[in-house]
């Protein structure tokens, strides 16, 4: 049997929610640790290659991104968590440090904007438009 261990938080999840977690709390002062039922590539943020989806710019809304998800989830998903998590993504996304986002020589640092799976708007990615998805 493993030996007790004392902490101050303990975070539950390897994906990117999680480990961003496990850091803030560390940055705070706290003993952390970090539970996984898998190993840390087991997630399911790692399956989505590191893309995190919120909506941004003219082109897109949270409204439009909650109804993305939805179509994409065969309509199964839970719609009130799907307004929230679409509506509280742009917010979160600018809340990110710094090395989260993608360097721009122009405009210094800015979101990494491309198409979304299963999106029904055309994000554009370094300036180019994205390549539609079928």
């Known amino acids: ?6 902490v101050d938080v303990l975070v539950v999840g390897s994906g990117a929610s999680g480990l961003a977690a496990a850091v803030s ?8 640790a970090l539970a996984a039922k898998g190993s840390l590539q087991s997630c399911n943020s790692a399956k989505a290659q590191g893309g995190i989806q919120a909506a941004f710019g003219d082109d ?8 993305d998800v939805w179509r994409s989830s065969h309509e199964t998903a839970d719609r009130k968590l799907v307004e929230v998590l679409t509506s509280e ?7 990110r440090p710094r090395c989260a986002k993608r360097p721009n020589r122009r405009r ?6 491309s198409r979304r799976c299963a999106s029904s708007t055309r994000l554009r990615t370094g300036g180019a438009p994205a390549a539609a998805t079928t």
Request: charged share 20%; proline share 11%; with cysteine.
């Open 60 to 67: 897109d809304s949270p409204e439009q991104h909650a109804e």
């Open 89 to 95: 993504a742009p917010a979160a996304m600018r809340s």
């Open 108 to 113: 210094g640092c800015e979101p990494f904007r």
């Open 1 to 6: 049997m493993a030996e007790p261990v004392s």
């Open 25 to 32: 709390a560390a940055h705070a002062g706290a003993a952390v």
